[in-house]
């Protein structure tokens, strides 16, 4: 069975950390680049951050753009999202997705989300 797993998820206070994991199952990552998205209630999904095959590219949202890192491990399937500096705006479902090319807009597997709240 193919699956995303998050983790990593929590309640944090303003200006914490958290550290977002993204695990696969059943496929091998290195072969998507991978995005990480967030939903907030009553917002539209969106993609924060991706990074290619390799690793050598990476892309972020202007509203993350230095406090979020995303980094790959291939040899442990795995994909991370650092998360410094959070804010309440932060606080949202944060889902990883593969995708072909982090050019593109088409997601190929959804993770389940997990839930991120910054609140003091």
């Known amino acids: 069975q193919l699956q995303l797993v998050e983790s990593g998820g929590g309640l944090v206070q303003p200006g914490g950390s958290l550290r977002l994991s993204c695990a696969a199952s059943?496929?091998?990552?290195?072969?998507?680049?991978i995005g990480w998205f967030r939903q907030a209630p009553g917002k539209e999904r969106e993609r924060v951050s991706c990074?290619?095959?390799?690793?050598?590219?990476?892309n972020y949202a202007d509203s993350v753009k230095g406090r979020f890192t995303i980094s790959r491990d291939n040899a442990k399937n795995t994909i991370y999202l650092q998360m410094n500096s959070l804010k309440a705006e932060d606080t949202a479902v944060y889902y990883c997705?593969?995708?072909?090319?982090?050019?593109?807009?088409?997601?190929?597997?959804w993770g389940q989300g997990t839930q991120v709240t910054v609140s003091s």
């Open positions: 997705a593969a995708q072909f090319q982090c050019e593109r807009v088409g997601v190929q597997y």
């Open positions: 990074i290619s095959r390799s690793g050598g590219s990476t």
């Open positions: 059943g496929f091998t990552l290195d072969y998507y680049a």
